[in-house]
């Protein structure tokens, strides 16, 4: 696979760092060990998810609320990887 570009990093970086710190202290600590690994094809699915409202992100990571279909999987490692900081 194609290696995500150190310039694409930054701008993600810069794209997950939200208004709520909620999400913050999730997106960037997630990007942060998952990014550099993405494929062509999450990455731009990571871009497209971040264009959502923060609302919307925190209640999907929090679970409060089924994402959608477009992003489950993307969630789904978003929560397995929060699941894993907290313990």
Same mark, same amino acid.
């Given at each position: !696979? /194609?290696?995500?570009?150190?310039?694409e990093? #930054? #701008?993600?970086?810069?794209?997950? /760092? /939200? !208004?709520?710190?909620?999400?913050?202290?999730?997106?960037?600590?997630? $990007?942060?060990? #998952? !990014? &550099?690994?993405?494929?062509?094809?999450? $990455? &731009?699915?990571?871009?497209?998810?971040?264009?959502?409202?923060?609302?919307? $992100?925190? &209640?999907?990571?929090?679970?409060?609320?089924?994402p959608?279909?477009?992003?489950?999987?993307?969630? !789904?490692?978003? #929560?397995?990887?929060?699941?894993?900081?907290?313990?």
């Amino acid at each position: !696979g /194609r290696i995500v570009t150190e310039q694409e990093l #930054k #701008k993600l970086q810069w794209a997950s /760092r /939200r !208004g709520m710190l909620e999400l913050d202290v999730v997106l960037l600590p997630y $990007l942060e060990q #998952k !990014g &550099a690994d993405f494929s062509s094809s999450e $990455l &731009a699915q990571y871009q497209q998810f971040l264009e959502e409202t923060d609302p919307d $992100l925190y &209640a999907w990571i929090m679970g409060f609320e089924t994402p959608k279909d477009e992003y489950a999987e993307l969630v !789904g490692s978003i #929560k397995q990887f929060v699941e894993q900081q907290i313990k």
